[in-house]
């Protein structure tokens, strides 16, 4: 899991670098507006980055949804006639080849009655149950 949370956060990095990027292009109001739409995905990686450490189905969901949404990113960009687009297919594919490993799978989707967390009761604080 240590991969998924490197692999994240270097995703989340490299995100932030090319809204820089567009925002230097572009310049003004405009460039601004475009880099924040770019950071958006970053901010997911960094997020889920931080959340790998506490497993579960929406965690392992969320991963798997990112990497295909940077897989159509680079998708476009390789289309555009951007070289680069091939080599930034390179971490979305690593993602998604990590993340569906057996292990990580064990680790990011227990089972379904196991609970990963203790519940918190639903009755007010000053109730008890033998009370009518």
């Not at 998708?75 to 690593?94: E, H, K, Y």
Request: proline share 8%; hydrophobic share 50%; charged share 15%.
């Amino acid at each position: 899991m240590r991969a998924v949370r490197v692999l994240l956060y270097v995703t989340a990095g490299l995100t932030v670098m090319a809204a820089l990027d567009t925002w230097i292009a572009i310049g003004g109001a405009s460039g601004l507006g475009q880099a924040l739409a770019v950071c958006v995905p970053a901010a997911a990686a960094a997020a889920l980055a931080r959340r790998v450490a506490r497993p579960g189905p929406r965690t392992w969901a969320a991963i798997v949804a990112l990497a295909v949404c940077y897989l159509f990113w680079q998708f476009g960009r390789v289309a555009g006639g951007d070289p680069f687009g091939l080599l930034g297919l390179t971490f979305p594919i690593a993602l998604i080849v990590c993340v569906t490993r057996p292990a990580a799978r064990e680790h990011l989707r227990p089972e379904p009655g196991r609970r990963l967390r203790p519940g918190r009761s639903r009755r007010p604080a000053g109730r008890r149950s033998l009370q009518p």
